[in-house]
């Protein structure tokens, strides 16, 4: 075998991956700090970042929409075309307030991505004031690495590194689970979450599919 | 002849409808009862004998007594509002303080009020969680719903048995919410649910008249600290006066629904009780 072939053959997997239909969950914070507070009485961000996502898909991809609050809401079949995302987003766009049980939501996002192949991960649009949750943010963590699934976190905080800082977690979630971590305005988000879906198809084309243990 | 009947069968239901309710069955009223000398520190060592209980100005016989340390189900809130932010890191020391002062079989629920009113869906005993709910969940900034986060975390308990309290945290007076608060159903809430609402204030606003005779009605308790002094150690005082209370009791046939007077008193010179002021007849336990 010539060393072209070689190379070729190597480089097959991650040029097919990145091919290859991806499956996103996008869990969407509607807490009280988030839709009443850094963005006021925003009743149109989880439709805005579904229709986002729903921008962003190619064919063959899934997608699961959903919303944290004091309830932990989403969509229980993957969604296989845009309107439908834009239509889970719809449904979701009443449910804002309440608290911000980031980690518990992330980790009930990753339990939908049990059995899907990659390139597959959570895109997750947050302050990252984490509230009223059942595990704790390492306990997260650990349970997305395991699973191998990469967190990418658009954050609605812009704010000059308040103290205590809640990106400082956000952007820790990113590097350890292998997702990215953005800064961004409200009029930048569906930006974001098309880069955020471009980074995921990316960054899972290299990453087997592990057994997930929820 | 038929008016007649009809008229003397108004009567019969007006003179019905006029007379008050009455269960044969009685209940037993709780009453926790904290004694302090006139040092304010607090008398352990009392006897049934050396209390008195007056239903709306009468003596009832005290049917219960247990002077055995009682085990707290509590909820804290912390302010979180603006003003607050800088006082973030003497507020995780204190609350740490507070979880380390609890008993094994204590547990505590922890929340904040701010720019959310979150409470944890937490009741637990375990310390290194409510360590790790301090450490991850307080985030300063937004307003001082004071009143929406009292009654968020007493319904978090409702369904809890024994003596449950309530304990705040806060710079100021309830500056509402997105979800006004209402302060007279919360008022209702914590009578009819027997709760104990102790507040713990920092110099600026102090507590709010409202807030300290909340405390009060409820035989709970109030404390102001200083700039300087050890926040930590008031936390821990607070779950020392919980273990040290007395369970006291009363039977009351009462089945109304109306609010009734409670009044505790100890027959020991120099002694100061703080109890419940009043309780609610309600048709079924009465809390």
Not at chain 1, 56 to 67: F, K, N, P, Y
Not at chain 1, 157 to 179: H, V
Not at chain 1, 205 to 212: K, L, Y
Not at chain 2, 201 to 219: F, V
Request: proline share 5%.
């Amino acid at each position: 075998m010539s060393a072209v072939a070689l190379l070729a053959l190597l480089a097959l997997p991650a040029a097919q991956a990145a091919t290859r239909p991806a499956n996103v969950v996008l869990i969407v914070d509607v807490s009280h700090s988030v839709t009443y507070g850094i963005v006021k009485r925003d009743r149109t961000l989880v439709v805005d970042a579904a229709s986002a996502l729903a921008a962003a898909m190619q064919a063959g991809d899934t997608a699961r929409v959903g919303t944290f609050g004091d309830e932990i809401t989403i969509e229980p079949a993957p969604l296989k075309d845009a309107d439908a995302v834009r239509a889970a987003g719809a449904r979701l766009a009443e449910r804002i307030g309440g608290r911000s049980p980031i980690w518990d939501a992330l980790v009930a996002a990753a339990g939908t991505l049990e059995g899907a192949g990659a390139p597959r991960g959570i895109i997750v649009l947050t302050d990252g004031r984490s509230t009223g949750n059942r595990i704790g943010f390492a306990d997260a963590v650990d349970q997305l690495k395991r699973a191998g699934i990469p967190v990418f976190v658009v954050s609605l905080d812009k704010s000059d590194r308040p103290i205590p800082d809640p990106g400082a977690r956000l952007e820790q979630l990113a590097a350890a689970t292998g997702g990215t971590c953005l800064f961004v305005d409200r009029p930048a988000l569906p930006a974001a979450i098309k880069r955020s879906v471009s980074s995921l198809r990316q960054v899972s084309a290299t990453a087997q599919p592990r057994r997930n243990n929820y | 002849m038929t008016r007649l009947l009809a008229a003397a069968l108004a009567l019969g239901l007006l003179a019905q409808q006029d007379r008050p309710t009455f269960k044969s069955t009685s209940r037993t009223v709780h009453v926790y009862a904290t004694v302090q000398g006139k040092d304010g520190r607090l008398v352990p060592n009392l006897t049934r004998d050396d209390f008195q209980i007056f239903e709306d100005g009468k003596p009832r016989p005290i049917s219960v007594f247990d002077n055995t340390p009682q085990k707290i189900t509590v909820a804290v809130m912390f302010d979180m509002s603006n003003s607050m932010a800088r006082e973030l890191a003497r507020i995780r020391d204190a609350a740490g303080a507070f979880v380390r002062a609890l008993w094994p079989d204590d547990r505590a629920r922890l929340g904040s009020f701010g720019l959310e009113v979150a409470i944890s869906p937490l009741l637990t005993s375990d310390k290194p969680t409510l360590l790790r709910i301090i450490d991850e969940e307080l985030w300063p900034g937004g307003p001082t719903p004071l009143w929406y986060a009292t009654d968020l975390a007493m319904t978090s308990l409702d369904n809890e048995e024994g003596r449950r309290v309530i304990l705040l945290f806060t710079d100021g007076e309830d500056s509402g919410f997105f979800v006004p608060g209402n302060r007279g159903e919360m008022r209702r809430h914590a009578e009819r649910g027997g709760f104990m609402i102790y507040a713990i204030g920092l110099p600026g606003h102090g507590l709010s008249e409202d807030l300290q005779t909340l405390a009060d009605d409820t035989g709970g308790g109030r404390f102001l600290v200083g700039q300087g002094d050890n926040l930590g150690a008031t936390f821990a005082q607070v779950v020392e006066e919980l273990h040290q209370q007395y369970l006291l009791g009363f039977s009351t046939d009462l089945v109304d629904g109306k609010s009734h007077s409670v009044r505790v008193k100890t027959t020991r010179e120099g002694t100061k009780v703080r109890a419940r002021q009043s309780y609610v007849a309600v048709d079924g336990t009465i809390r």
